[in-house]
């Protein structure tokens, strides 16, 4: 951009760096969800619908402030119980094109999670995707309850690996025409219980695995010492071991499917009917996060500032009293030809 100073006679130049997002550095699996591909893209709004939970888990990631505190979240923001418009000016701001809806445990705010998805659908159409994480097994009428809302895929986390008490539940959100799958950590100290968890889920309503690295953070790492577990190096959130035993798993079902050995005991299986995915910590802050922070300053950016790789944004600050800043942009626009609209 030049700029043109007409009463001194001169001229200057200065460079006006736009934004700049890179090509996403790969592509999703074929057959990965909806919700997974969305969040790939950094397109889903995580609305945070509360902090209660009726569990414990030693792993929650969960930190302090928003554990077992009822309040929501959208995005990074926090909108006020009930405040749907905040939630869409965030889903604008970000140019949405679904939500996951999470907590805490979101059917602890069941009525609220049925208001947030009817609200979401009437103000964005039926194609803004909603997906909802629960570990509760609630009442079989519930699923259709929740699809009528607008719920679109579900995604049930067992406790301590237990699946038997979620059947009834699965089966009537599969049949209600949701998504339906489970997602957990992998934990590092329960390889046999997970390995047969792929085989108990052969006989499940379930469409999806989604493995989930398993993270140490504030919350849980007291936890995590206890069991022994340490991060796996020193640039990431994850658990020594955890990702190791995901690409196991995943290893054994992709052998699965195309009729080869498994990489371990060289035993030919059965295809298995569901489709497993594993999501690393890594890929969860510098893609996922990364790509959603991208998206949302893309389309919000002011023209004082730069929108860096990594999803922030970058501005120039001068510290100065009120009175005085009128004084200010009219000595930096004489000075550098600063347009008067890139200060304020």
């Known amino acids: 951009m030049v700029i043109r100073d007409c009463k001194k006679g001169g001229c200057m130049t200065f460079q006006l760096r736009l934004p700049n997002i890179p090509e996403l550095p790969e592509a999703a699996d074929a057959s990965d969800t909806e919700g997974c591909i969305q969040c790939q893209m950094g397109s889903k709004l995580v609305l945070f619908i509360t902090g209660h939970c009726h569990w414990m888990c030693d792993y929650c990631p969960l930190s302090e402030n928003r554990r077992e505190?009822?309040?929501?979240?959208?995005?990074?923001?926090?909108?006020?119980?009930?405040?749907?418009?905040?939630?869409?000016?965030?889903?604008?701001?970000?140019?949405?094109?679904?939500?996951?809806?999470?907590?805490?445990?979101?059917?602890?705010?069941?009525?609220?999670?049925?208001?947030?998805?009817?609200?979401?659908?009437?103000?964005?159409?039926?194609?803004?995707?909603?997906?909802?994480?629960?570990?509760?097994?609630?009442?079989?009428?519930?699923?259709?309850?929740?699809?009528?809302?607008?719920?679109?895929?579900?995604?049930?986390?067992?406790?301590?690996?237990?699946?038997?008490?979620?059947?009834?539940?699965?089966?009537?959100?599969?049949?209600?025409?949701?998504?339906?799958?489970?997602?957990?950590?992998?934990?590092?100290?329960?390889?046999?219980?997970?390995?047969?968890?792929?085989?108990?889920?052969?006989?499940?309503?379930?469409?999806?695995?989604?493995?989930?690295?398993?993270?140490?953070?504030?919350?849980?790492?007291?936890?995590?010492?206890?069991?022994?577990?340490?991060?796996?190096?020193?640039?990431?959130?994850?658990?020594?071991?955890s990702a190791e035993l995901s690409v196991r798993m995943r290893d054994r079902v992709i052998a699965a499917q195309i009729g080869a050995p498994d990489p371990e005991d060289g035993e030919v299986r059965e295809a298995y009917p569901y489709h497993l995915k594993f999501c690393t910590s890594t890929y969860k802050d510098s893609g996922q996060l990364r790509r959603r922070f991208l998206r949302r300053g893309e389309n919000t950016i002011s023209p004082h500032e730069i929108l860096t790789e990594d999803g922030t944004l970058v501005f120039g600050s001068i510290d100065c009293d009120s009175d005085d800043a009128t004084d200010w942009i009219e000595e930096i626009h004489e000075q550098t030809g600063l347009p008067r609209r890139f200060m304020y």
């Not at 418009?85 to 907590?103: C, H, Q």
């Not at 089966?171 to 085989?199: N, Q, S, Y």
């Not at 020193?234 to 020594?240: F, K, L, P, S």
């Open 69 to 241: 505190i009822d309040f929501m979240y959208a995005n990074e923001r926090r909108v006020e119980i009930g405040d749907w418009g905040a939630v869409i000016e965030e889903a604008r701001a970000m140019n949405a094109t679904g939500a996951g809806i999470t907590g805490g445990d979101p059917v602890m705010a069941r009525e609220r999670v049925l208001e947030g998805c009817r609200i979401l659908k009437t103000e964005f159409g039926d194609g803004f995707h909603l997906h909802m994480y629960t570990s509760i097994p609630f009442k079989a009428e519930w699923a259709a309850e929740f699809a009528e809302a607008g719920l679109d895929e579900i995604r049930f986390h067992f406790l301590d690996l237990k699946a038997e008490k979620y059947r009834e539940t699965i089966a009537a959100c599969t049949a209600a025409g949701m998504l339906t799958g489970v997602e957990i950590p992998t934990e590092p100290d329960k390889a046999d219980e997970l390995f047969e968890l792929l085989e108990t889920l052969r006989g499940m309503d379930v469409q999806f695995l989604n493995l989930n690295e398993l993270e140490i953070t504030v919350g849980n790492h007291d936890n995590m010492v206890v069991r022994g577990f340490n991060l796996s190096d020193e640039i990431t959130a994850g658990a020594a071991g």
